[in-house]
């Protein structure tokens, strides 16, 4: 594995698919291509997938259930069998779990994550596919940035500080999407303290919102929620003991005026950019 990159730039990794690209360019040089935004329903996990200017990038791939397989085939047509990158961002098994299938069904540019190892065998099991399929693997830490074109995947933590944590979810993976004006802020699971350390620390306002941690009752402090301030926020949840999404975190989003949409509730949630108007359709 590497070492942390700063400015990880997406232009490098394209070379694995220089030719589609340029071919891409050749046949339909003035073709833009609407921002599409994927909140995978993948039971009690996350999973969320990236559609750029014909990039596709899938952030984590929920547990061990065949539900991110069947949730990336609705989307992409069947003769599509690559992702350019795929983000673990912390290895606990509602977040990596299904990327073991995926991995095996799919060509993967770029496998990114945070560096730490995950303690269940089905992670030695990815590991495993992922170096029989000779996938390269880069290390993500706060400062790095992937760039193609005009969108940019910013990441926020693990900070030096967060990645000592004995709390896997503090060392998740946070991006910031930015492109044509929109930004939609990915938390991975990180908890209320570091939610306020990265509020003081960066500006987080955003358009779209994937909620930290199910919509656990020991994130979304009411602080950083403020700061982010957004339109929409999403929330990938499914059956479970905990009480995920909280009462608490439910009254916390609200009272912020943020429309609040489930995977729960209403499936895959999908939202579309078009540079100047947001349409969100839900199951």
């Given at each position: 594995?590497?070492?942390?990159?700063?400015?990880?730039?997406l232009?490098?990794?394209?070379l694995?698919?220089?030719?589609?690209?340029?071919?891409?360019?050749?046949?339909?040089?003035?073709?833009?291509?609407?921002?599409e935004?994927?909140?995978?329903?993948v039971?009690?996990?996350d999973?969320?997938?990236?559609?750029?200017?014909g990039?596709k990038?899938?952030?984590?791939?929920g547990?061990p259930?065949?539900?991110a397989?069947?949730?990336?085939?609705?989307?992409?047509?069947?003769?599509?069998?690559?992702?350019?990158?795929?983000?673990?961002?912390h290895p606990q098994?509602?977040?990596?779990?299904g990327?073991?299938?995926?991995?095996?069904?799919?060509?993967?540019?770029?496998?990114?994550?945070?560096?730490?190892?995950?303690?269940?065998?089905?992670?030695?099991?990815?590991?495993?596919?992922?170096?029989?399929?000779?996938?390269?693997?880069?290390?993500?830490g706060?400062?790095?940035?992937?760039?193609?074109?005009?969108?940019?995947?910013?990441?926020?933590?693990?900070?030096p500080?967060?990645?000592?944590?004995?709390?896997?979810?503090?060392?998740?993976?946070?991006?910031?999407?930015?492109?044509?004006g929109l930004?939609?802020?990915?938390?991975?699971?990180?908890?209320?303290?570091t939610?306020?350390e990265?509020?003081k620390?960066?500006?987080?306002?955003?358009?779209i919102?994937?909620?930290?941690h199910h919509?656990?009752?020991?994130?979304?402090?009411?602080?950083?929620?403020k700061?982010v301030?957004p339109v929409?926020?999403?929330?990938?949840?499914?059956?479970?003991?905990?009480?995920?999404?909280?009462?608490?975190?439910?009254a916390?989003?609200?009272?912020?005026?943020s429309?609040?949409?489930?995977?729960?509730?209403?499936?895959?949630?999908?939202?579309?950019?078009d540079?100047m108007?947001?349409?969100?359709?839900?199951?």
């Amino acid at each position: 594995m590497f070492k942390n990159h700063r400015y990880l730039y997406l232009t490098l990794l394209c070379l694995v698919i220089l030719d589609a690209l340029i071919w891409r360019l050749v046949l339909f040089p003035e073709r833009h291509e609407d921002l599409e935004l994927y909140f995978l329903d993948v039971g009690q996990g996350d999973s969320q997938l990236i559609l750029s200017d014909g990039v596709k990038v899938l952030i984590d791939g929920g547990r061990p259930n065949g539900q991110a397989l069947s949730a990336l085939a609705e989307i992409l047509p069947a003769t599509d069998r690559y992702l350019d990158l795929v983000v673990m961002t912390h290895p606990q098994l509602d977040h990596y779990g299904g990327l073991i299938e995926v991995a095996k069904n799919y060509q993967i540019g770029v496998f990114l994550n945070n560096g730490h190892q995950g303690e269940y065998a089905a992670y030695f099991d990815l590991e495993k596919i992922l170096k029989e399929k000779n996938i390269t693997t880069i290390t993500l830490g706060e400062g790095d940035r992937i760039k193609y074109r005009d969108a940019v995947l910013s990441v926020l933590n693990p900070s030096p500080r967060t990645l000592k944590s004995k709390d896997l979810n503090d060392t998740s993976v946070v991006l910031m999407l930015e492109k044509s004006g929109l930004k939609a802020l990915y938390t991975g699971d990180i908890g209320a303290k570091t939610e306020q350390e990265l509020a003081k620390k960066y500006d987080l306002d955003a358009h779209i919102l994937k909620v930290s941690h199910h919509g656990s009752r020991f994130s979304s402090d009411i602080g950083f929620l403020k700061e982010v301030s957004p339109v929409m926020a999403t929330i990938g949840v499914g059956k479970n003991s905990y009480g995920h999404p909280t009462p608490q975190t439910l009254a916390r989003l609200a009272s912020i005026g943020s429309t609040v949409a489930r995977t729960d509730k209403e499936g895959t949630i999908k939202i579309i950019y078009d540079g100047m108007r947001l349409d969100v359709y839900r199951n």
